[in-house]
């Protein structure tokens, strides 16, 4: 598929509420030996981790302030997550290569984060994909969801004029796949991300055109208030 196709589809997915993540705190994925699994290609990792900030991106001057939006997932964030079907594929597209629904996918919690199990002994593009993972081409793994509850706060630095905003996802809603991806990545993780922050930064603006606004109306009251004592002299 072309490169600009490709993006035009995860850009549309994004727009419709997607999220694409890839885990760069913890790339531990690797390929199992094969003996000692029967001679199936089996690859483990996770796709995310639990209660570890990560930086999505750093926005130069916003009023002022350099500012750093950040995220992480809450351990209990896929408590309740619709993972009925979900597929295991590289960069997030092209052929299913594992699948919970069969059984050659195995999604669980675990201390870390979300624990990845994949066996592609079933899928004819498995070995290609085994041996890369084997090789260290491919070297991370990244998941597509969706997220139904949030939360922000905030670390001010005014003396240094820096302001730190931490995303907490606090409920995934639906788990769509986890995928193999290489560095430098073409799965539209860094879009989102970026998309992930533009959305935080202009609640940021919200919140302070609202601050202003309300500070503006009560000046505006004080200053009624002193013209009326003032007449009243």
Do not use: C
Request: net charge negative.
């Amino acid at each position: 598929m072309p490169m600009s196709e490709k993006f035009e589809k995860i850009l549309k997915k994004i727009e419709a509420g997607r999220q694409f993540r890839r885990n760069d705190l913890h790339p531990e994925f690797r390929a199992l030996d094969r003996e000692a699994n029967g001679g199936d290609m089996i690859v483990e990792g996770h796709a995310t981790t639990f209660d570890e900030e990560y930086d999505l991106y750093t926005y130069d001057d916003w009023d002022g302030y350099r500012v750093t939006v950040a995220e992480k997932v809450d351990r209990n964030a896929f408590a309740e997550t619709d993972m009925s079907d979900v597929i295991f594929l590289y960069d997030h597209e092209g052929r299913v290569m594992a699948r919970n629904r069969n059984n050659t996918l195995t999604i669980q919690p675990d201390n870390t984060g979300l624990f990845i199990r994949a066996n592609l002994s079933g899928s004819d593009l498995g070995p290609g994909l085994f041996s890369d993972i084997q090789n260290g081409y491919v070297d991370r793994m990244s998941m597509q969801f969706t997220v139904a509850k949030d939360s922000r706060t905030q670390v001010r630095d005014d003396e240094n004029r820096t302001l730190r905003v931490i995303r907490t996802i606090e409920k995934v809603g639906k788990l769509y796949d986890v995928s193999a991806v290489g560095i430098p990545a073409n799965d539209g993780t860094d879009i989102s991300a970026r998309s992930a922050a533009d959305g935080v930064i202009q609640a940021l603006e919200a919140e302070r055109l609202q601050r202003l606004a309300k500070e503006n109306r009560a000046k505006a009251l004080k200053l009624s208030i002193d013209l009326s004592l003032e007449r009243e002299k």
